[in-house]
């Protein structure tokens, strides 16, 4: 079985949450704070939205960054340790 494409949005596209039991509270409290203090409930949804994924992106890079630098240093370290074995006739 193939994988389903990615559904690509495009501006007025609807995108729909399910209110679990545990998330009736704040679900109903974010939508009266929101009446209550003039905010568009779909403007604070969508900035936590890009707030979220910039910071997985740039959490997933630093990890990323971090794999490729342990494995050139223990490539670095592999190296040296040949160097050594080969000067001390071991190899």
């Given at each position: 079985?193939?994988?389903?494409?990615?559904?690509?949005?495009?501006?007025?596209?609807?995108?729909?949450?399910?209110v679990?039991?545990?998330?009736?509270?704040?679900?109903?409290?974010?939508?009266?704070?929101?009446?209550?203090?003039?905010?568009?409930?779909?403007?604070?949804?969508?900035?936590?939205?890009?707030?979220?994924?910039?910071?997985?992106?740039?959490?997933?890079?630093?990890?990323?960054?971090?794999?490729?630098?342990?494995?050139?240093?223990?490539?670095?370290?592999?190296?040296?340790f040949?160097?050594?074995?080969?000067?001390?006739?071991?190899?």
């Amino acid at each position: 079985m193939g994988k389903r494409s990615m559904k690509v949005y495009r501006s007025g596209d609807q995108i729909h949450i399910a209110v679990t039991r545990n998330f009736e509270d704040t679900a109903t409290d974010f939508f009266r704070f929101c009446k209550d203090n003039h905010y568009n409930p779909s403007e604070v949804i969508r900035s936590c939205m890009e707030q979220w994924l910039n910071r997985q992106q740039r959490i997933k890079e630093m990890l990323e960054t971090d794999i490729e630098m342990d494995a050139r240093m223990g490539m670095e370290r592999e190296k040296r340790f040949i160097q050594r074995m080969k000067e001390e006739g071991l190899s």
